[in-house]
């Protein structure tokens, strides 16, 4: 069973990796398609994805799930609050008893740099030009970082219509033994700040808040 990571970040929220190589027969013993998906491999990514949730929580009410106008699924009576993404061969889940999460995985890849500039501002550049000289880890990891931790706002917030460059300003990086921090302004009907935890794992990034 290739649960690739798990993580309880405290008593009521805990997240997990899964990395797929099972047929998707094996996903349907447990969990349904819940909406229509005809490229096969967007397929086991959903189902991964919603495996997972089950494991993070047997009694999770899947068929509770709906998806919302900006394409979030979401719980709209229940305890829960979670979040799903998918990358390549990996799905990634978080679930909250009481706050509103997001998370996000992330294959390192070169090309993010060719659109660095649509998401990241001035001071984000600065930022990770100085966190390059500083750091064990490469510029084009840096940037995924930094896309992969905007994608886990954007999901956090839920309901749509951000400027990933201009709605969320990351403005710090914390950094140790392939894990770490990121400090962040949301800026929406006022600024709020949050931290957004991340690990690598060799060319995959994990980001959550």
Known sequence: MPL????????????????????????????????????????????????????????????????????????????????????????????????????????VTPKIGVIKDRFLSENELHLIQAKNRELPITMHEIITLFWSAKESIFKWYGKGNLSFKNNMRLYDLYFENEAGIIKANFIKDGIEELNIAFVFFENLCLSWV
């Open 4 to 107: 690739f990571y798990q993580h309880n970040i405290n008593q009521s929220a805990r997240l997990a990796v899964w990395k797929i190589t099972e047929p998707e027969d094996f996903f349907l013993k447990k969990v349904t398609i819940q909406k229509e998906i005809t490229h096969l491999h967007k397929r086991l990514q959903h189902l991964a994805g919603r495996y997972l949730l089950q494991i993070l929580d047997p009694g999770f009410p899947m068929n509770l799930i709906e998806i919302s106008e900006t394409k979030k699924p979401l719980l709209a009576n229940s305890k829960w609050h979670f979040s799903i993404s998918h990358c390549g061969d990996f799905a990634a889940a978080i679930i909250s008893e009481t706050r509103s999460v997001g998370i996000d995985v992330e294959v």
